[in-house]
């Protein structure tokens, strides 16, 4: 039997078939086509994307897995956190879809699976938890910049996170500064890889500081203010590059130095990372380095598992029916605040 999951807490639409651990089909539809002109996510309009998508994304995921509503035993989907509009339209597809073949539906913490999905590995793609072991989890993306200490299956410890801006918003806003197409973290990974990361000297915000939280506000005002005292700079394309790849190397360093400095806290031998900005192939190159050095294990999250997909929503229900429960009510609401500190609120 298996698991049908929908993941709609942002811009992507997803939907996802698990068995056993194993993915048979994972399909997601983006909409960076569509929020481009905008320069960022406009919340109703992704509401209505995943109206509009969600039927075709499912009968896709369905159709890839070659399986049947018949045989599908249970239903899950993102219950938060997100965009209100956004959870709602996936939230009620499964619930209403749950309904109609009288299934269990399980609601899911979107961080809680992304702490997950490093374990997600292979083509095709299968959980292997065999050899799962405490870990300091990094998760980073647009929204969201935090650090978990998970130790042992469904059982962690929120650590710390961003006070204002998350690391991928820093790249999005400093890439806008500079004139860049929206998404700009990704463009910025591409110029900063044939740029000097030397170049110009930007500040690591709370890199020192003994706790886990994040900073990456200021970070982006002296990105802000050095463009404004140099202007000439966005018309040279050579140093657009070192640009890119100062500000890049800012927010690694102070993501992997304390990443390192929290697992060391809590005295553990394993490192994950997931989310959209780990597809950063610098971040990925320099927690590799940084692991190596510290004799730790690291895991990351394949590329196409980094961003929101429902393979991850779909994996971590399952291993939460394997645990004994956890379902959700038919009637139950999104959760569009739901901190990672009480993932088990009903």
Not at 151 to 173: I, P, W, Y
Not at 197 to 203: E, H, N, V
Not at 214 to 230: A, P
Request: glycine share 8%; net charge negative; charged share 20%.
């Amino acid at each position: 039997m298996a698991l049908l999951a929908f993941e709609t807490s942002c811009d992507e639409t997803s939907v996802a078939v698990v068995r056993d651990g194993r993915v048979l089909s994972n399909c997601v539809s983006s909409q960076i086509k569509l929020h481009e002109e905008y320069g960022g996510v406009v919340p109703e309009l992704a509401a209505r994307e995943h109206l509009r998508n969600l039927p075709a994304v499912a009968a896709k995921a369905l159709e890839g897995a070659a399986v049947t509503q018949g045989e599908i035993r249970a239903v899950a989907a993102t219950r938060g956190p997100g965009l209100p509009s956004a959870l709602m339209a996936g939230l009620k597809a499964a619930q209403a879809f749950a309904f109609m073949i009288r299934r269990p539906f399980i609601g899911i913490h979107h961080h809680e699976a992304h702490l997950y999905s490093p374990w997600i590995q292979g083509l095709p793609p299968a959980a292997d938890f065999s050899g799962f072991e405490p870990n300091v989890s990094l998760i980073v993306s647009g929204g969201h910049t935090m650090l978990i200490h998970v130790r042992a299956e469904l059982d962690h410890v929120f650590l710390g996170a961003t006070v204002d801006d998350a690391a991928g918003e820093c790249f999005d806003k400093a890439g806008k500064l500079m004139g860049l197409a929206y998404p700009a973290g990704p463009v910025i990974d591409r110029l900063a890889g044939e740029g000097n990361a030397t170049a110009f000297d930007f500040p690591r915000p709370m890199i020192h500081e003994p706790h886990h939280d994040f900073s990456f506000s200021g970070l982006k005002t002296s990105v802000r203010y050095f463009i404004r005292d140099h202007p000439e700079i966005l018309n040279d394309s050579g140093a657009v590059r070192d640009l890119c790849a100062s500000v890049q190397a800012a927010i690694v360093e102070v993501l992997v130095e304390k990443t390192i400095r929290a697992a060391k806290a809590c005295r553990v031998k394993c490192i994950t990372a997931s989310g959209g900005v780990t597809c950063n192939r610098h971040l990925r190159t320099a927690l590799g380095e940084s692991c190596r050095r510290g004799g730790i294990k690291l895991r990351l999250a394949e590329k196409e598992l980094c961003t929101d997909n429902a393979a991850m929503i779909g994996i971590l229900a399952e291993r939460k029916l394997a645990h004994g429960g956890f379902e959700t009510g038919l009637d139950a609401e999104i959760m569009p605040n739901w901190s990672l500190e009480n993932p088990a609120a009903t």
